[in-house]
């Protein structure tokens, strides 16, 4: 019995200093990490009403059949009953089915490659993980910073992500979602802001000793504030060429804030094609698409993504 109660104790500590927490994915600052908390929260409550009975009733039948209770119904030849089938097996298979249709439809809701529903048109930006810092690329304004992203809030923000180094995960909790950051390879993430404020960036994925100091600063500013910003990059001295890059990419640790007022043209795919020999298939078509030009053919389709990028967005 004491032991039991020291248990409750322990329990019930734990909760009172759980509450000094922050659970970021459960306090959520944009509308695909709402979506997602919220799927969160329905997925558990669902298997919840499974689980909880079972709790119970487990303590309740270990105390009501305790071989003290001479109260209790003794019936030795009790062999079946259709009503408790019925309940065993119907509640989770109708549980089972309404996670079936919740999990077919987030799919399609929250698949990260979707763009978002707004009004606003969506800004562009270039990720780079390498070791182990974060390289942000704006290609529609032509500048680049180090381990801190700006964004504009209620403005949707397109990720096209790769890597220049081991594989890891580009991920901003408060925002929602996290996609793969692989070498040679481009993935995508559609992402906004419904509050200001600074919000932290992560590498989900060990990439090496470098790996839990490589975080970065989200700011979700107001567009006067973001337009700020991008004037103070602008102002910056330094350009990012390939001579530049290669240095930005040795390995570093703790590395600082940067900013480049200048992006040399198609950096991002030529990072990417480092790695040609893991995308030869796609070759001919990278070339289709560099002689179309280097940011826009005319047409309003961007050609500064692989063609396999390009078609997904259209």
């Given amino acids: 019995m004491k032991r039991a109660i020291g248990y409750c104790l322990v329990y019930i500590a734990s909760i009172f200093l759980l509450t000094g927490c922050n659970l970021i994915v459960f306090n959520p600052k944009g509308q695909v990490a709402t979506d997602e908390r919220d799927l969160i929260l329905l997925a558990t409550g669902l298997m919840l009403l499974v689980v909880v009975p079972v709790i119970v009733l487990t303590f309740v039948f270990a105390y009501r059949y305790r071989a003290t209770n001479k109260k209790a119904r003794y019936s030795p030849r009790w062999a079946s009953s259709h009503k408790i089938e019925a309940v065993v097996w119907g509640v989770p298979l109708l549980i089972i089915i309404a996670l079936g249709w919740v999990t077919w439809k987030t799919t399609h809701a929250l698949d990260p490659y979707r763009p978002l529903d707004s009004q606003t048109p969506p800004i562009n930006v270039q990720v780079v993980a390498t ?66 404020g600074e919000f932290r960036g992560i590498a989900a994925n060990y990439n090496g000793p470098g790996f839990s100091d490589m975080h970065f600063a989200t700011l979700s500013l107001s567009p006067a504030d973001f337009q700020a910003w991008v004037a103070k990059v602008k102002g910056a001295a330094a350009p990012l060429d390939q001579a530049r890059y290669a240095q930005l990419a040795k390995p570093t640790i703790r590395h600082p804030v940067a900013y480049y007022s200048t992006v040399q043209e198609r950096l991002f795919l030529d990072i990417v094609d480092k790695y040609e020999g893991m995308n030869k298939a796609r070759k001919p078509q990278r070339n289709q698409a560099q002689s179309n030009g280097a940011e826009s053919n005319g047409t309003g389709t961007r050609t500064d993504q692989h063609p396999s990028l390009l078609t997904e967005e259209q």
């Fill in 131 to 196: 070791d182990w810092k974060w390289l942000f690329i704006y290609p529609d304004l032509g500048i680049a910073s180090v381990n801190e992203l700006a964004l504009p809030v209620h403005t949707p923000v397109s990720f096209t992500v790769t890597s220049d180094a081991a594989m890891t995960s580009f991920f901003i909790p408060a925002l929602g979602g996290q996609i793969y950051a692989m070498a040679g390879m481009q993935t995508k993430l559609h992402l906004i802001a419904n509050e200001t």
